[in-house]
């Protein structure tokens, strides 16, 4: 990203794309996980699409930033389950 000879990259669905949390080199990546079990990449000057099962062929900050996403992903998804299933039980 930083390369000066790199042509600007279009982040469709920029709202998507979350930064990389990191006080290292990879502080300016950004990814956003893909509706089909894919993770998208834009690092150093580069874009590329990975399955989510070869999250650990990345680099240890991005594959980090993202397993936390999930996590944090199905953590919501169980609180939803839990309150809905508490609301149907009351009824």
């Given at each position: 990203m930083s390369d000066s000879?790199?042509?600007?990259?279009?982040?469709?669905?920029?709202?998507?794309?979350?930064?990389?949390?990191?006080?290292?080199r990879y502080s300016g990546c950004l990814y956003r996980l893909m509706g089909?079990?894919?993770v998208e990449v834009l690092a150093l000057g580069a874009r590329v699409?990975?399955?989510i099962n070869a999250l650990p062929?990345?680099?240890e900050p991005i594959a980090?930033?993202?397993?936390?996403?999930l996590a944090?992903?199905?953590t919501s998804e169980l609180r939803?389950?839990?309150n809905s299933t508490r609301a149907e039980e009351e009824l």
């Open positions: 000879n790199a042509d600007p990259v279009s982040l469709d669905g920029s709202k998507h794309w979350r930064r990389v949390e990191d006080d290292g089909d079990g894919q699409v990975v399955p062929l990345l680099p980090r930033a993202v397993l936390t996403e944090e992903r199905a939803r389950t839990a």
